[in-house]
């Protein structure tokens, strides 16, 4: 299913847009404007909550549990109109104006370009369409790290948001544990000749077919649960095995080259830098300075609550305390010692330990 008919199958509205960025990237930008049981009073102006996923997920992670364990779902049924966007090079914003999808040019981004381009796109659409000035924001993973990004360096952006609230939040990852990101740190030069600095795991075909046909059977599902353990840290007890196919049917969504040679760059390092171009010249004609910038999060103002689990191999906690000691108007943060990477998405007990608290803080920011 694509997310449209996902959000249809479990009976709530959705509605689909194209949005185009401005250097051209065709995005999918989905919404469920309001929830099964507050479709009253349809005129009402709803706040406006918008989650943007991780690395190697889409608009999907949000809605791939039953509609009492979603984000997507709980939100809209709390009476808020939620809006999902997709990063360029995912499942769902595979498209350009001019840019053929199987060119180099088309995968010569990070999520550089998604902080610069996709996301101020995706707010300025939503903030035409419903009227309202101010949103609440998700993200999880490197949809915290985009929202770093654009929050500290474009300041009309950073005035539209309410709240940032940061799950499982990327800045560094100098201590990360993912064999993922070890082995892209590792294999660049592998990756990039294999890949031909294009799109890395986009096949939909290849992940429909072990979502759907491999993860059901028994023999399989241990290998599955141990291909997403091995990403993001492992925790048995909280998963619901039932919900497996739809996990590995959808993940994982896609990304270019590019952005994962980006993530290697920042193995060793503390900080969170552009893109290095790989010679003095190329930053200069993209930076006008010889080397990649740094991003200085502090810039930030915006009111931010974090969440991240001990038990997280991609977004290590001795990391997470690097970011936090950079967030200069901190509200909320809470460490949940046995989550990883994905239990943030699909744990069961998410919405006790996460989302009801995100409700409540929407409650009280109003």
Not at 14 to 25: K, L, N, Q
Not at 119 to 128: E, G, H, N, R, T
Not at 313 to 341: C, G, M, Q, R
Request: aromatic share 14%.
């Amino acid at each position: 299913m694509n997310i449209s008919e996902i959000i249809s199958y479990w009976g709530y509205p959705d509605e689909a847009y194209d949005i185009v960025t401005e250097d051209g990237y065709i995005l999918g930008l989905y919404r469920i404007p309001r929830g099964k049981t507050n479709n009253i009073n349809n005129s009402a102006q709803r706040l406006v909550v918008y989650l943007q996923h991780g690395l190697l997920t889409s608009a999907s992670s949000w809605i791939s549990n039953l509609p009492n364990n979603s984000l997507g779902f709980i939100l809209a049924d709390a009476g808020y109109d939620v809006w999902m966007g997709n990063s360029r090079g995912t499942t769902w914003s595979k498209k350009h104006l001019y840019l053929k999808t199987n060119s180099k040019e088309f995968w010569a981004f990070s999520f550089d370009e998604m902080a610069k381009y996709d996301l101020p796109a995706s707010i300025d659409f939503i903030v035409k369409q419903t009227g309202q000035d101010e949103i609440f924001y998700v993200g999880h993973s490197q949809g915290t790290t985009i929202g770093l990004i654009t929050f500290s360096t474009i300041p009309k952006v950073a005035e539209r948001i309410k709240v940032f609230f940061a799950l499982a939040p990327v800045f560094s990852i100098k201590h990360s544990k993912s064999p993922l990101i070890k082995m892209a740190y590792k294999l660049k030069s592998v990756i990039k000749a294999f890949s031909g600095n294009k799109g890395f795991l986009p096949n939909k075909s290849f992940k429909s077919f072990v979502g759907s046909k491999l993860c059901p059977l028994q023999l399989f599902d241990k290998i599955c649960l141990n291909v997403l353990f091995m990403i993001y840290g492992y925790d048995l007890k909280n998963i619901n095995m039932s919900r497996l196919d739809v996990y590995m049917s959808q993940n994982p969504a896609g990304t270019s080259v590019q952005n994962m040679l980006h993530w290697s760059q920042l193995f060793n390092s503390s900080q969170l830098k552009a893109f290095d171009w790989g010679s003095p010249l190329l930053n200069l004609v993209h930076f006008n300075q010889t080397s990649s910038p740094l991003y200085d999060v502090t810039n930030m103002k915006i009111p931010t609550a974090t969440w991240n689990g001990e038990n997280d191999l991609l977004a290590d906690p001795e990391d997470v305390e690097t970011l936090l000691s950079k967030i200069t108007n901190h509200i909320y943060h809470k460490t949940i010692p046995y989550y990883n990477h994905m239990d943030f998405l699909f744990g069961l007990d998410v919405c006790h330990e996460v989302y009801y608290e995100i409700v409540d803080i929407i409650q009280g920011n109003l």
